[in-house]
């Protein structure tokens, strides 16, 4: 369980100072799959970037079964995010002269994972093992980024806009990767989009509008990235 409670952000000082997250609290259930749904400018990602440790609250807590990771000292928070959290960006931050198997390998010596062959082979690029990231396309690279995260066997695996720059085809397939891969080893997503479609995916769907959570649906039926509109 995540227990977020009370989540303040701002940037800037004095006159320029811009409140981003005004009082946020929201509980995360083990396993679960959150899509943070909003506009641009709403505060989601600050909001992503805050729950998963990358950055710091100004006010409030966020709880890890226990744990208010807001207390830790910053040599704690690093050690809490390697053995706890992946993260998956738009941006695939992938090593270009390292080949596929060594890039996830990075996230597999994390967590002394020598299992980290088979997240290659799950994700569908088993044959592209030792092909570098410029050998790939934008879908392909976007997997190895979902690779490199599971390797390193997550709790909770964060995402934030991970199709922004895919076409559909491609978007749909990496979102079908990652429910797969979700519903196999029983890890909690959180993810960010504006993408109102993909919030279809998930059991809970969190709306945010600026810098506070505007209600909070379930579905009932979760559907498949082949299932939902693009």
Not at 159 to 164: C, F
Request: glycine fraction near 10%; hydrophobic fraction near 35%; charge should be neutral.
């Amino acid at each position: 369980m995540i227990k977020i409670s009370d989540i303040t952000k701002s940037y800037g000082t004095g006159g320029s100072k811009n409140q981003v997250l005004k009082g946020i609290s929201l509980n995360i259930g083990d396993g679960d799959f959150t899509v943070i749904l909003g506009a641009s400018g709403s505060g989601k990602s600050t909001f992503l970037n805050v729950v998963s440790g990358l950055e710091r609250p100004d006010g409030g807590s966020v709880v890890y079964d226990g744990c208010d990771i807001t207390k830790l000292h910053d040599s704690e928070l690093t050690e809490f995010r390697k053995d706890n959290i992946g993260f998956i960006f738009q941006q695939y931050y992938l090593l270009p002269n390292m080949t596929v198997e060594k890039n996830v390998r990075m996230g597999a010596d994390l967590a002394e994972n020598r299992d980290y062959r088979e997240i290659i082979a799950a994700v569908g690029l088993h044959d592209k093992s030792q092909k570098f990231p410029g050998e790939l396309s934008g879908g392909e690279q976007q997997r190895v980024a979902v690779a490199r995260a599971l390797a390193k066997k997550p709790k909770v695996l964060f995402l934030d806009e991970p199709t922004g720059a895919l076409d559909e085809q491609t978007g749909r397939q990496v979102l079908d990767y990652i429910s797969k891969l979700h519903n196999e080893f029983g890890f909690t997503v959180v993810m960010v989009t504006h993408n109102q479609n993909i919030a279809e995916m998930a059991n809970t769907v969190v709306k945010m509008n600026s810098g506070k959570i505007a209600g909070i649906d379930k579905n009932q039926l979760q559907k498949t990235a082949y299932e939902i509109g693009w």
